[in-house]
């Protein structure tokens, strides 16, 4: 049965950082698409980065203040966020697909397998 599990959110200062992991089983890394994805109050859920399989990342929405990791041995991808804004509070979700190279992967039905979310508040 393939599980995501996000953690590490919590409150943070404006422009402070913080890093979401997000723990996968039942199935390797390797071979999926990991997304990560946000939905603040009131919006539509928007895709945030996603890396694929042993490539690398790919598609970035938050340039230059986001970035993506993968642990195979952990089973793990994290989500490296710093100079973080009021406005990227939200509900962060990881999701997972076989790999597509992350193409589309923010589209409407991209993504097969979606963790619980894990909040990341940004307020003083």
């Known amino acids: 049965q393939l599980q995501l599990v996000e953690s590490g959110g919590g409150l943070v200062q404006p422009g402070g950082s913080l890093r979401l992991s997000c723990v996968v089983s039942g199935f390797t890394l390797d071979y999926y698409d990991i997304g990560w994805f946000r939905q603040a109050p009131g919006k539509e859920r928007e895709g945030v980065l996603c890396i694929s399989g042993s490539n690398g990342r790919y598609a970035d929405s938050l340039k230059g203040r986001v970035t993506i990791s993968r642990d195979n041995a952990r089973n793990t991808v994290y989500l490296q966020m710093n100079s973080l804004k009021p406005e990227d509070t939200a509900v962060y979700y990881c999701?997972?697909?076989?790999?597509?190279?992350?193409?589309?992967?923010?589209?409407?039905?991209?993504?097969?397998?979606w963790g619980k979310g894990t909040l990341v508040t940004v307020s003083s």
């Open positions: 999701a997972a697909r076989r790999s597509a190279y992350c193409s589309d992967y923010d589209r409407p039905g991209g993504m097969d397998y």
